[in-house]
Structures are given as C-alpha cells and as structure tokens.
C-alpha cells in the first residue's frame, strides 16, 4: 500500500518508494487517484482504479534528479557552476544501468545552453570546457538511462537547476572522492543487489595503514563499521552487507591514518 501526492497529473514509477522499496518488475499494482480540485485532499473521494505494472524484461525503469530530502537531493535545486563541491547533481540510480544521459535546457529559448552529457554513473559535476551554465539561470534537467544497451525515456516532471555562482549551501561530503584522495579507489557493483561489494585502494603513500571503514545510511545513522590493518601502496577487501541494510543510497567513509574520505554506495534489495 503506497501513496503518493503530486500537484502535478503525472507521477513516476520511481516516486513509488524507489529506490526503496521500489515496484517490483513483473507485478501488477491497482491504483486509484483523487485530487483537491473539490476541497480538501483529505476529503476527496478516490475515482474508479485500474492495474499498472513495469514489465519484467525489455523495458528500462525511469529516473529523475533525487528529491528532498533524501541523500544527493539535486531536484529543482541551487547548484554552482565549476569546481566547487556545491556543483554536483545525482539521479536516482538505476540497478544494471551503464550509462546515464542529463539532458540540460532552457524551454523556449534557443540561444541558451542546451546540451546532452552521458556518464558511466548516476552523478554529474557542472563543469565543462566551453559553454557554461550562466550564473543566475534556471535550467531544466531531464535524464535516461540505459541498461544492457536498452536505453529508457526521458521521464515527466522535469526536475529544474538554478545556477548561483556564490553558493555553499553543501558541505564537502557531497564530492566525489576522488576530489578529496589522492589515491585511486574503486566500489563496485555500485548500485548493489546482492549485498558483497568490492573496494579497491591504490596509491596509499604512508608505508603502514590503518583503515577504518564506517557506512551510513541517509539519516546519519551508522549502520556498518570495520577496521583493518594494510601495508604498501594498495589495498582491497570485499564488504558483506548486513541483511537489515536495506534498498538506499549510503554514504561510506573512509579513514586512512587520520585522513577521511568519502564516497556512495546505491543499495537495491
């Protein structure tokens, strides 16, 4: 049993708990709709219902830009444009998906930015050689994914960017960390279905290490710690998901001798 209120007359797939506890593929969901067009919401009567399902195979499931106020919420968001950590927007992964295209827009004018970019995973940084998002516009976002080469369609409603070249309403975590480590790290299957993940670190400088490993979930509560021993310039485990870590975006520190870094780990149960 799932509710959804929009004030819009479309909602996503995606709205309906994903990427927690998301539709399952396969199943058929009956579903009704009332609106407060004659008062109160809470009031109205729910109109005749009908069923609705996401087919099992041949058929890629919608993203969008991640609503407040879960964890790398970028929809109809200030952003900056360029380096900072504050220039980072996140779709809301997709599981299988290799590829994610952010279609960036202003409706209706035809000498502003419209361009479309293509990443490996689900986050985009705003910053680009050429043509940059001007400071002080709002920008539509609409994006795709693409899952064993079958590519989705761009999904309603769109999600909308405002660009501020001043703001620094995000703290750092929010950066990839590759930005904040020297090193090379790599977490992988990222999204994660079945609960082992891989992580690889490379370029350690110090001679000896001690590497503490802690995941959050996107309330701030920590819900993973480990800790371990290494020597040399790399190091690599694999991590075994408790059960009770359910589907959600994470957020996985790591300290190396004091130094802590971040990165996000997308869980699909």
């Known amino acids: 049993m799932r509710s959804v209120v929009k004030n819009t007359n479309s909602v996503l797939f995606i709205d309906f708990g994903g ?3 998301a539709l399952v593929p396969g199943n058929k969901y009956f579903v009704r ?24 195979v041949g058929v890629v499931r919608c993203t969008q830009l991640i609503n407040a106020p879960s964890y790398g919420h970028s929809c109809n968001e200030t952003r900056a444009f360029g380096s900072s950590a504050s220039s980072f927007i996140y779709a809301t992964p997709v599981l299988g998906a290799n590829a994610y ?14 361009t479309t970019i293509t990443r490996g995973t689900y ?5 680009w050689p050429g043509r940059p998002m001007a400071n002080g516009s709002t920008y539509n976002v609409d994006v795709k994914t693409t899952v064993n080469g079958i590519q989705s369609n761009y999904c309603l409603p769109y999600c909308t960017i405002s660009i501020n070249n001043s703001y620094t309403g995000l ?3 929010f950066a990839p960390m590759e930005d904040l480590f020297s090193g090379d790290v790599q977490l992988w ?3 994660v279905a079945d609960g082992r993940v891989n992580l690889a670190m490379n370029g350690l400088v110090d001679a000896d290490q001690r590497i503490g490993l802690e ?17 040399g310039s790399s190091f690599s485990t694999v991590l075994e998901l408790p059960s009770e870590v359910s589907s959600g975006v994470y957020l996985v520190n790591l300290t190396v001798n004091g130094v802590t870094t971040v990165q996000r780990l997308s869980v699909v149960r």
């Open 123 to 127: 986050i985009l940084q705003l910053k």
């Open 33 to 56: 709709v009332r609106t407060d067009a004659g008062g109160e919401l809470a009031s109205a009567n729910y109109g005749p219902g009908c069923e609705m399902g996401l087919a099992s």
């Open 215 to 231: 995941l959050y979930d996107m309330f701030g509560k920590k819900v993973l710690a480990r800790e371990y021993g290494n020597s």
């Open 19 to 21: 990427p927690v506890n």
């Open 171 to 173: 703290i750092n975590e």
């Open 189 to 191: 299957p990222n999204p």
């Open 101 to 114: 295209t952010f279609h960036i827009y202003i409706p209706g004018e035809p000498t502003a930015l419209d």
